[in-house]
C-alpha cells in the first residue's frame, strides 16, 4: 500500500514523539502557569499595537462590512490602546494579561475568526482543558448538554459519556453557553453557541486569555440518576503542532480558523490519541489500524471512510477532518480512493468542524462528484496603497493590479474578483463517483470549509444537510503578519513581533458562484437545504439519527451510471461501449469538441464516433430528462 506522506509529516512526527499521556501527564493547573506569564516590555506592547493598526486600516478586506454589520471601529479602539501605552512606563503598566485582554477584546470584535491576535509566550501552543466534552442535543422539549467523551484515566462517580449537565459553576447550563457564546468571535448566531459549547471545556491560549476562573464547579445527573457535582481545575498544557510543519508559499493559499484548528489538535490529543499512532504507521509503511467497518485511509488525520447501514439502506460515509494539507494533488487522490472503495449508489460526505484549510484541496474535490465544470469562487482585495504595492511586488499577485490602479480613478472600494483556484485544475480530474451525494454541515464548518461548501451548493451537486443553521461563514483567504513582512515592499511597515506573537487579517475576501453570484460568504456562511437537530442517539451512538436522515435524503434520488467499458479504433472511427443507468442521451467529445450525440437505453450500449484518427482523448455527457448528469472522460 502507498504511502501519502511528506518531510512536514516526518516532522510533525518527530515533534509529537513523546507519546500523549506523557504529554497530558505534564499539565499544570492554571494558578501555576499564570504565575510566571508576562514578559513584553512597554515598547514591545507598542509594536504590537502599531503592527495590529497597520493591519486592520490598510489590509483587512471585511472592516467596511463588520463596521456596518456589528458597529464596530477596531481602528479608533487600537488607538485608544496605543495612546493610553503613551502615558505608562515600564513600571506603572499594568500587568500583561490585561494588555492582551484588550487587544484580545479588539480583534473580537469583529467577529471574524480568520484575524486573529495570537498571544506570544508563554501562551502561545498552549491549551487549557477540563478532562471531558460536552455537545448539546435537542431531540427533546429543550436543548439538554451532555458528556460525550472523557480523558483516558478520569473518573467521578456516575460521571461517563451520556451524563447530562445541568448547571455550570451555579449557573443553569444554557445561560451559561450563552455567556460564554458572547465571547467567541462566532460570524452568526449559530456560530457563537457553537462556540460557547466548544469552550466551555477546551480553550487555545494563543487565540484567547485563559479563563477567568481557577476551576468550575459542574452540576450533572449521574448515570446512577443522582445528582451530583463535579469541581474540577483548568489544566495548562502544550498542545500537539500543527501537523503540515512550515507552509512556504501554500501560507498565502490558506482559509484556515487559526483557533479551530488549534481545538481540533486538542480534542486529538484529549479523546483520539490513537490518531497519531495512525500516522506513525503511514509513515512507516505499514497499515495503520483503523475502527471496526472503517476503510484503512493513509491521511487517517484528515479522512475517515467507513460503509454505513440505515433504514433507508447501505451508503458510503466519508469525514474530511481537515483541508488543512500541503499536498493538494495527494489530497485528492486519497479522497477518489477512499469514495472508489464505498458503495457506489450514495455517498455522504461530512464535513462537520472542519476549519478549513488549503483553499485548492477544497476546490479541487468538488469537480470528482458532479459532471458540471466546476466554476471557482473569486476573491478580492479591499483597494488601499499598502495592498496595491503588496500586489506589484508578487508575480502570482499581478492580475489583481489593473483594477486597483483603476481604483484610483473611480474609487471601487474593492479590486476585480479572481479566483485563486484556476479553473483548469478545478476541472482536470472530472467526474468520479455517479450516486447521489449529500453533504452534513454544522456551524464548525469555516472558511475553505465554507468555500467548499458554498461550491457544492452553488453547483447543485446534491443536497446540503445541516446540523445548524449556518456554516461558521469565513469568507476570507487569510493571511499570516509573519508571511506579509516577507513581501519586497519597500519602505516596509511591518515588523517582526515580539516573544512569538503573531496576528492574522482577512487579505481577500470570497464571493459565491451559480444562482448567488457576486454574494459575500462573510457572516452570511451557507444555509443548508435541509435540518437535522442532533439528538442523543447521534451524540452516544455514532450519528445513527444523522446517518438515516442523510439516507433519507439518498434514497430519493436517482443513481447514475456512466462507465466506458471498452474505447477502440476502427477504419477511422472510435468504437465506444458503455454501460448506463438513468442515462437516455450521450453527447461525445474528442479533444474537447463535439462529435456526436445519441439516445441510449440503460444497459449496455455502443456508440461509434467519426473522425477519431488523431483523437487523444474522448468525454461522454449522459443526460437525462435533458439534464447534464453524468460525465465520464478517457485518454485514447
Known amino acids: 500500500m502507498g504511502r501519502v506522506t511528506t518531510d512536514a509529516t516526518a516532522e510533525y512526527?518527530?515533534?509529537?514523539?513523546?507519546?500523549?499521556?506523557?504529554?497530558?501527564?505534564?499539565?499544570?493547573?492554571?494558578?501555576?502557569?499564570?504565575?510566571?506569564?508576562?514578559?513584553?516590555?512597554?515598547?514591545q506592547r507598542m509594536l504590537l499595537v502599531d503592527q495590529a493598526l497597520v493591519l486592520m486600516e490598510q489590509n483587512y478586506?471585511?472592516?467596511?462590512?463588520?463596521?456596518?454589520?456589528?458597529?464596530?471601529?477596531?481602528?479608533?479602539?487600537?488607538?485608544?490602546?496605543?495612546?493610553?501605552?503613551?502615558?505608562?512606563?515600564?513600571?506603572?503598566?499594568?500587568?500583561?494579561?490585561?494588555?492582551?485582554?484588550?487587544?484580545?477584546?479588539?480583534?473580537?470584535?469583529?467577529?471574524?475568526?480568520?484575524?486573529?491576535?495570537?498571544?506570544?509566550?508563554?501562551?502561545?501552543?498552549?491549551?487549557?482543558?477540563?478532562?471531558?466534552?460536552?455537545?448539546?442535543?435537542?431531540?427533546?422539549?429543550?436543548?439538554?448538554?451532555?458528556?460525550?467523551?472523557?480523558?483516558?484515566?478520569?473518573?467521578?462517580?456516575?460521571f461517563e459519556p451520556g451524563v447530562e449537565i445541568t448547571?455550570?459553576?451555579?449557573?443553569?447550563?444554557?445561560?451559561?453557553?450563552?455567556?460564554?457564546?458572547?465571547?467567541?468571535?462566532?460570524?452568526?448566531?449559530?456560530?457563537?453557541?457553537?462556540?460557547?459549547?466548544?469552550?466551555?471545556?477546551?480553550?487555545s491560549l494563543s487565540a484567547h486569555l485563559p479563563p477567568f476562573e481557577e476551576w468550575v464547579t459542574v452540576s450533572y445527573t449521574g448515570t446512577d440518576g443522582v445528582a451530583h457535582e463535579l469541581r474540577e481545575n483548568w489544566q495548562i498544557v502544550e498542545n500537539l503542532p500543527p501537523m503540515t510543519g512550515p507552509l512556504g508559499e501554500a501560507a498565502l493559499l490558506m482559509g484556515m480558523d487559526y483557533e479551530g484548528d488549534e481545538i481540533s489538535r486538542a480534542n486529538v490529543m484529549l479523546f483520539a490519541p490513537h490518531v497519531i499512532e495512525q500516522q506513525r504507521a503511514v509513515e512507516a509503511g505499514e497499515s495503520p489500524d483503523s475502527a471496526a467497518g472503517e476503510i484503512v485511509s493513509m491521511m487517517p488525520n484528515v479522512f475517515t471512510a467507513r460503509t454505513v447501514q440505515t433504514p433507508s439502506g447501505t451508503f458510503g460515509h466519508i469525514r474530511i477532518h481537515t483541508f488543512f494539507v500541503l499536498d493538494s494533488g495527494a489530497f485528492v487522490e486519497e479522497f477518489i480512493r477512499l469514495i472508489g472503495l464505498l458503495p457506489q449508489n450514495g455517498l455522504i460526505v461530512d464535513v462537520r468542524d472542519n476549519g478549513g484549510g488549503s483553499i485548492l484541496a477544497s476546490e479541487f474535490i468538488l469537480q470528482t462528484l458532479t459532471p458540471r465544470r466546476i466554476t471557482p469562487e473569486p476573491f478580492q482585495f479591499i483597494n488601499t496603497p499598502l495592498n496595491l504595492r503588496i500586489c506589484r511586488s508578487s508575480p502570482s499577485l499581478r492580475p489583481w493590479v489593473k483594477s486597483m490602479e483603476q481604483a484610483v480613478e473611480i474609487g471601487a472600494a474593492f479590486s476585480d474578483a479572481l479566483p485563486i483556484t484556476p479553473e483548469a485544475s478545478a476541472n482536470a480530474i472530472g467526474q468520479q463517483y455517479f450516486g447521489p451525494v449529500v453533504l452534513i454541515t454544522n456551524a464548525r464548518c469555516y472558511s475553505a470549509t465554507d468555500m467548499f461548501a458554498?461550491?457544492?451548493?452553488?453547483?447543485?451537486?446534491?443536497?446540503?444537510?445541516?446540523?445548524?443553521?449556518?456554516?461558521?461563514?469565513?469568507?476570507?483567504?487569510?493571511?499570516?503578519?509573519?508571511?506579509?513582512?516577507?513581501?519586497?515592499?519597500?519602505?516596509?511597515?511591518?515588523?517582526?513581533?515580539?516573544?512569538?506573537?503573531?496576528?492574522?487579517?482577512?487579505?481577500?475576501?470570497?464571493?459565491?458562484?451559480?444562482?448567488?453570484?457576486?454574494?459575500?460568504?462573510?457572516?452570511?456562511?451557507?444555509?443548508?437545504?435541509?435540518?437535522?437537530?442532533?439528538?442523543?442517539?447521534?451524540?452516544?451512538?455514532?450519528?445513527?439519527?444523522?446517518?438515516?436522515?442523510?439516507?433519507?435524503?439518498?434514497?430519493?434520488?436517482?443513481?447514475?451510471?456512466l462507465t466506458i467499458t471498452?474505447?477502440?479504433?476502427?477504419?477511422?472511427?472510435?468504437?465506444?461501449?458503455?454501460?448506463?443507468?438513468?442515462?437516455?442521451?450521450?453527447?461525445?467529445?474528442?479533444?474537447?469538441?463535439?462529435?456526436?450525440?445519441?439516445?441510449?437505453?440503460?444497459?449496455?450500449?455502443?456508440?461509434?464516433?467519426?473522425?477519431?484518427t488523431a483523437a487523444e482523448s474522448v468525454r461522454v455527457d449522459g443526460f437525462a430528462g435533458g439534464k447534464l448528469v453524468a460525465a465520464r472522460s478517457r485518454r485514447l
Open 566 to 612: 471498452d474505447a477502440t479504433r476502427a477504419d477511422g472511427s472510435l468504437r465506444l461501449m458503455l454501460k448506463t443507468a438513468n442515462v437516455d442521451r450521450v453527447d461525445v467529445y474528442l479533444d474537447q469538441r463535439p462529435r456526436t450525440s445519441v439516445d441510449i437505453p440503460d444497459g449496455q450500449a455502443e456508440v461509434v464516433v467519426p473522425g477519431a
Open 13 to 43: 512526527l518527530t515533534r509529537t514523539a513523546a507519546p500523549v499521556r506523557e504529554r497530558l501527564a505534564a499539565a499544570t493547573q492554571l494558578e501555576t502557569f499564570l504565575a510566571g506569564a508576562g514578559t513584553l516590555t512597554l515598547e
Open 61 to 158: 478586506v471585511h472592516l467596511p462590512l463588520k463596521i456596518a454589520m456589528h458597529a464596530v471601529n477596531p481602528v479608533q479602539r487600537l488607538r485608544l490602546i496605543r495612546r493610553q501605552l503613551e502615558q505608562q512606563t515600564d513600571e506603572t503598566m499594568p500587568p500583561e494579561w490585561i494588555f492582551h485582554s484588550e487587544m484580545s477584546k479588539v480583534f473580537h470584535s469583529v467577529r471574524d475568526l480568520h484575524t486573529n491576535y495570537q498571544l506570544p509566550a508563554p501562551f502561545a501552543k498552549k491549551i487549557a482543558f477540563l478532562p471531558f466534552r460536552v455537545e448539546e442535543c435537542t431531540d427533546g422539549p429543550k436543548p439538554r448538554f451532555l458528556v460525550t467523551r472523557i480523558t483516558q484515566g478520569f473518573s467521578a462517580p456516575g
Open 167 to 203: 448547571h455550570w459553576s451555579g449557573i443553569p447550563i444554557e445561560q451559561a453557553v450563552e455567556l460564554n457564546a458572547a465571547r467567541f468571535a462566532g460570524s452568526n448566531t449559530a456560530a457563537r453557541r457553537s462556540r460557547g459549547i466548544q469552550s466551555l471545556t477546551v480553550r
Open 454 to 561: 458554498a461550491g457544492f451548493q452553488d453547483h447543485k451537486i446534491g443536497t446540503v444537510l445541516g446540523t445548524d443553521d449556518n456554516t461558521g461563514a469565513g469568507g476570507a483567504n487569510v493571511w499570516a503578519q509573519a508571511d506579509i513582512i516577507t513581501f519586497p515592499v519597500t519602505p516596509s511597515p511591518y515588523r517582526p513581533l515580539p516573544n512569538g506573537a503573531g496576528m492574522r487579517v482577512s487579505i481577500r475576501r470570497s464571493l459565491r458562484v451559480g444562482d448567488r453570484a457576486g454574494t459575500p460568504l462573510e457572516d452570511l456562511g451557507v444555509v443548508p437545504d435541509a435540518r437535522h437537530r442532533m439528538t442523543r442517539r447521534d451524540l452516544l451512538e455514532g450519528n445513527a439519527d444523522l446517518m438515516a436522515r442523510a439516507g433519507e435524503l439518498l434514497k430519493a434520488q436517482p443513481v447514475r451510471e
